[in-house]
């Protein structure tokens, strides 16, 4: 079992930045890929960001320049740096666990709501 707590969304203006936190726990927790994916307003749930547990850092095209992400031990977390925010990144962000190199996710964080707003 792997346990997600998320926090660090709220309101930005656009133009602006902010970080996210995703901790992970349990035995196996290290094992596992960490991602982050948000769901905005009528459309699917996306990759944002992925770092699998050898390293490799996955960006989406829609993200990439403007968010970098880092993996932090040993408390197993994922931080996500999103800078030059604009209303397209509003969405609900999800914290995902999944084995290496698998896009299906096994475990799902409870979700951090994340509004671009003036």
């Given at each position: 079992?792997?346990?997600?707590?998320?926090?660090?969304?709220?309101?930005?203006?656009?133009?602006?930045?902010?970080?996210?936190?995703?901790?992970?726990?349990g035995s196996?927790?290290?094992?596992?890929?960490?991602?982050?994916?948000?769901?905005?307003?009528?459309?699917?749930?996306?990759?944002?960001?992925?770092?699998?547990?050898?390293?490799?850092?996955?960006?989406?095209?829609?993200?990439?320049?403007?968010?970098?992400?880092?993996?932090?031990?040993?408390?197993?977390?994922?931080?996500?740096?999103?800078?030059?925010?604009?209303?397209?990144?509003?969405?609900?962000?999800?914290?995902?666990?999944?084995?290496?190199?698998?896009?299906?996710?096994?475990?799902?964080g409870q979700?951090?709501?994340?509004?671009?707003?003036?």
């Amino acid at each position: 079992q792997v346990q997600l707590v998320e926090s660090g969304g709220g309101l930005v203006q656009p133009g602006g930045s902010l970080t996210l936190s995703c901790i992970a726990s349990g035995s196996t927790s290290r094992n596992y890929a960490l991602g982050w994916y948000r769901q905005a307003p009528g459309k699917e749930r996306e990759l944002v960001a992925r770092i699998e547990s050898d390293g490799k850092v996955t960006l989406s095209d829609s993200t990439k320049g403007r968010f970098t992400t880092s993996r932090r031990y040993p408390e197993n977390s994922l931080r996500p740096q999103m800078n030059i925010l604009t209303s397209d990144d509003t969405a609900v962000y999800y914290c995902g666990a999944s084995r290496d190199y698998n896009d299906n996710v096994d475990y799902w964080g409870q979700g951090t709501q994340v509004i671009v707003s003036s």
